[in-house]
Nanobody, 129 residues
Framework: QVQLVESGGGLVQPGGSLRLSCKAS????????IAWFRQAPGKEREGVSC??????????NYADSVKGRFTISRDNAQNTVYLQMNSLKPEDTAVYYC????????????????????WGQGTQVTVSS
């Protein structure tokens, strides 16, 4: 059974940092693309970042809104993907979700939720002073 569990969210001041974790079980994360999405109240779900399987050299992609501030990485031994978020802004406030799908590739194009079938429950990130 494919399961994704996010953690690491919380309240942080503008300019601060958080690291989100996405722990996978029921499948080997090495061979799947993993993506991070976020959804703020009243807004559509937005693709934030994704990372490819080791077969595709773990290539990554980022939304323009987070490029240079967020870094996605994977720890294959822990079957976990991380999202390091630095220089956080109030507009980064949202529920953050990780997602995967066996047939999806993380490419240099918009990260779209329609290509991901397996989702975690989400973790709240609030950036506020």
């Amino acid at each position: 059974q494919v399961q994704l569990v996010e953690s690491g969210g919380g309240l942080v001041q503008p300019g601060g940092s958080l690291r989100l974790s996405c722990k996978a079980s029921g499948f080997n994360l090495d061979y799947h693309a993993i993506a991070w999405f976020r959804q703020a109240p009243g807004k559509e779900r937005e693709g934030v970042s994704c990372i490819n399987s080791i077969n595709l050299n773990g290539a990554t992609n980022y939304a323009d809104s987070v490029k240079g501030r967020f870094t996605i990485s994977r720890d294959n031994a822990q079957n976990t993907v991380y999202l390091q978020m630095n220089s956080l802004k109030p507009e980064d406030t949202a529920v953050y979700y990780c997602a995967t799908d066996p047939g999806t590739i993380c490419g240099p194009y918009e990260i779209s939720a329609e290509y991901y079938d397996y989702w975690g429950q989400g973790t709240q990130v609030t950036v506020s002073s």
